[in-house]
């Protein structure tokens, strides 16, 4: 179930105000009976309700466009495993800030900036505490613990003649969830699960190209810089640092 209501209101011709309102409702409901050595049942109901209100402005003055936009959400979930005899409530209420601005540095050039705060939510399966066995000492179980995380995501672009596009990118991700392979030594059996990490980083650094050295032929090639970092319990850290190209050529007769 979903409902939205937008407003939109130009109070002069370069600026206009959106904003709106937005409800929806989730409840799904999964069952397992299953016969056999490995004899397995579950029944899991999850329940989620969002309440979200947003604010826009867009600006536009001579070569420079900005648009910085606010956004409230109050949600509140229920996981309740019923052949488990166990139940999480999990309530939030967070705001989502979001800034994009555009300068015309020339006729030739362009530039750049986004800034966005935003949440990813696991998946309703991820949340349900049932034990999925694959054999006696192996099963994947889910977490109802596991929260959201939250990502600030900042990226400054400068393009010339469409041709020469570099960019710059960080992302930081708070709460990062993933997935976890753990072994109990008392009873011999290993297990997958989701669990929040404390947090991650990423750096990108890119440069495009898409030519046109002839008639006919169009070339786009993409050379990409990126370095991440994963923090850990007890203050450990994991460290990567990769380049990729792509290149790609398209004739046309």
Known sequence: LSSKLDHVWPVTKSLNLESG??????????????????????????????????????????????????????????????????????????????????????????????????????GYHHLNPFKWMVDPYTFNVGNPALKPQFTHTAALTHSYNSKFITALGASYTDGLFTEIIRQNDENRTVYQTMENLHSSLDLTLSETLQLQPVKGWRLNGTLTGMYKTLSLDEGEALRRFSVMGTMSNTFSL
């Open 21 to 122: 309102l937005k409800f929806s409702s989730v409840t799904t409901e999964s069952f397992i009976d299953m016969a056999g050595t490995l004899a397995q049942n579950d029944h899991f109901i999850y329940k989620e309700a969002i309440q979200a209100a947003y604010l826009n402005a867009r600006w536009q003055l001579h070569k420079t466009s900005l648009q910085v936009g606010l956004r409230l959400e109050n949600t509140q979930s229920t996981g309740n495993s019923v052949a488990g005899n166990q139940v999480n409530d999990t309530s939030y209420l967070k705001l989502f800030p979001s800034v994009f601005v555009q300068q015309q540095l020339s006729d030739k050039q362009n530039l750049n900036l986004r800034y966005s705060y935003r949440i990813g939510r696991p």
